[in-house]
Nanobody, 123 residues
Framework: QVQLVESGGGLVQAGGSHTLSCTAS????????MGWFRQAPGKERVLVAA????????YYEDSVKGRFTISRDDIKNTVYLQMNSLRPEDTAVYYC????????????????WGQGTQVTVSS
């Protein structure tokens, strides 16, 4: 089992920057591919960024390309989502997730989830 805890949510002004963190505990001896999802009110949960187990590959959803950066520090068992040039439409609950096994980096099949953290971008 892997437990994930997100932190760093809050209220941010449009155009600003913010960083989310996700710390893993439990079965972290194996490095898992990790992802950040978000869910806005009334909308489906969407994968916005993912990173491979070795950090060598990343994926970004089109609306965040060039603005968000996912990274990982396996010594700290932490994954980050650096968000720049934030827009009101980035407002959502952001979830960290981990998955087992191989698979395309764009897959949305994740095994472990954090509780979510709210990010609100004011205009």
């Amino acid at each position: 089992q892997v437990q994930l805890v997100e932190s760093g949510g809050g209220l941010v002004q449009a155009g600003g920057s913010h960083t989310l963190s996700c710390t893993a505990s439990g079965r972290t001896g194996s490095s898992f591919p990790m992802g950040w999802f978000r869910q806005a009110p009334g909308k489906e949960r969407v994968l916005v960024a993912a990173i491979s187990s070795n950090g060598g590959s990343t994926y970004y959803e089109d609306s965040v390309k060039g603005r968000f950066t996912i990274s990982r520090d396996d010594i700290k068992n932490t994954v980050y989502l650096q968000m720049n040039s934030l827009r009101p439409e980035d407002t959502a609950v952001y979830y960290c997730a981990a998955r087992q096994g191989i698979g395309d980096i764009t897959t949305t099949r994740y095994n472990y989830w954090g509780q979510g953290t709210q990010v609100t971008v004011s205009s």
